[in-house]
């Protein structure tokens, strides 16, 4: 079973930068789909960033902005989130679909999540 456990969380002006940490146990693989997910208060749940086999997707809203990166050997996903707006506050969640190779955004077919990291940006 994946376990999934966020960092980095926290409060940052709007322009700011900060970086989430997803570090996974168990039966973690690189062919995995890797995700960072978000979810403010009173909206859906909405994918940022996913990566799977050097491949990665992202939402229209943070393409530029935001990287998601990898490292194996530390079994870690990364969120690069630079130059941060009001609009990125929510709860980030990191997520596993064990049975996908390429990079997706859908969440309900990721199946091990973490518990969640609070960012807020304020104006």
């Known amino acids: 079973q994946v376990k999934l456990v966020e960092f980095g969380g926290g409060s940052v002006q709007a322009g700011g930068s900060l970086r989430l940490s997803c570090a996974a146990s168990?039966?973690?693989?690189?062919?995995?789909?890797w995700g960072w997910f978000r979810q403010a208060p009173g909206k859906e749940r909405e994918g940022v960033a996913t990566?799977?086999?050097?491949?990665?997707r992202y939402a229209d809203s943070v393409k530029g902005r935001f990287t998601i990166s990898r490292d194996n050997a530390k079994n870690t996903v990364y969120l690069q989130m630079n130059s941060l707006k009001p609009d990125d506050t929510a709860m980030y969640y990191c997520?596993?679909?064990?049975?996908?190779?390429?990079?997706?955004?859908?969440?309900?077919?990721?199946?091990?999540w973490g518990q969640g990291t609070e960012v807020t940006v304020s104006s």
């Open positions: 168990g039966y973690t693989y690189s062919s995995y789909c």
């Open positions: 997520a596993v679909d064990k049975d996908a190779s390429w990079a997706h955004l859908s969440a309900p077919a990721f199946d091990a």
């Open positions: 990566i799977a086999s050097g491949s990665t």
